[in-house]
């Protein structure tokens, strides 16, 4: 398990210099504010952050942060980061859940989030998501907002609008 871990560990090392140029930005975060507090992500958990569903989400840095989840693990292509929660996103997600012992139902919820979150851990002075391929780096802000590496700097991942520079 030791040797996994680091093995993981290394991978998410490696995969920021790879996620800052094909990926500019997708990221994994856990967690939304309650609504009227900016949209931003926070550290309480991914099971609140809100459901995707095909036509009835807004195209967002949540979508996004999806999108970087599914190719961190190797069902989606770094083109498919669009931050805009489309058909061929819920296949993959079905595919995602289906391999994951979840009702492989297109639909990001609770459930979901929950399954993706237990693959956050500590990478250094970051976080990462550790994805079957790809680790996703994340870093915690002073006020507990995740934050993504985008463009060339870290900023907050937005649940209400799309601010990546990969999805623009």
Same mark, same amino acid.
């Given at each position: 398990?030791?040797?996994?871990?680091?093995?993981?560990?290394?991978?998410?090392?490696?995969?920021?210099?790879?996620?800052?140029? /094909?990926?500019? *930005?997708?990221?994994?975060?856990?967690?939304?504010?309650?609504?009227?507090?900016?949209?931003?992500?926070? $550290? $309480?958990?991914?099971?609140?952050?809100?459901?995707?569903?095909?036509?009835?989400?807004? !195209?967002?840095?949540? /979508?996004?942060?999806?999108?970087?989840?599914?190719?961190?693990?190797?069902?989606?292509?770094?083109?498919? /980061?669009?931050? $805009?929660?489309?058909?061929?996103?819920?296949?993959?997600?079905?595919?995602?859940?289906?391999?994951?012992?979840?009702?492989?139902?297109?639909?990001?919820? !609770?459930?979901?989030?929950? /399954?993706?979150?237990?693959?956050?851990? !500590?990478?250094?002075?970051?976080?990462?998501?550790?994805?079957?391929?790809?680790?996703?780096?994340?870093?915690?802000?002073?006020?507990?907002?995740?934050?993504?590496?985008? *463009? *060339?700097?870290? #900023?907050?991942?937005?649940?209400?609008?799309?601010?990546?520079? #990969?999805?623009?």
């Amino acid at each position: 398990m030791t040797v996994r871990r680091s093995q993981g560990l290394r991978r998410a090392s490696l995969s920021v210099v790879l996620l800052g140029a /094909v990926c500019a *930005g997708a990221g994994a975060a856990p967690d939304h504010r309650p609504s009227g507090l900016h949209g931003e992500l926070v $550290a $309480a958990g991914l099971t609140t952050a809100g459901q995707l569903t095909v036509g009835g989400t807004p !195209p967002s840095d949540l /979508v996004g942060l999806w999108q970087s989840v599914l190719w961190a693990d190797g069902y989606a292509a770094p083109s498919s /980061v669009t931050c $805009a929660y489309d058909e061929a996103t819920a296949a993959a997600t079905r595919i995602w859940q289906n391999n994951h012992q979840l009702s492989p139902d297109g639909i990001v919820g !609770p459930a979901t989030w929950g /399954v993706a979150a237990e693959r956050i851990a !500590p990478a250094g002075r970051w976080m990462a998501y550790l994805g079957e391929r790809h680790g996703l780096p994340l870093r915690l802000d002073g006020d507990g907002t995740y934050e993504v590496y985008d *463009g *060339g700097r870290f #900023h907050r991942l937005r649940t209400d609008i799309v601010t990546l520079t #990969h999805c623009r």
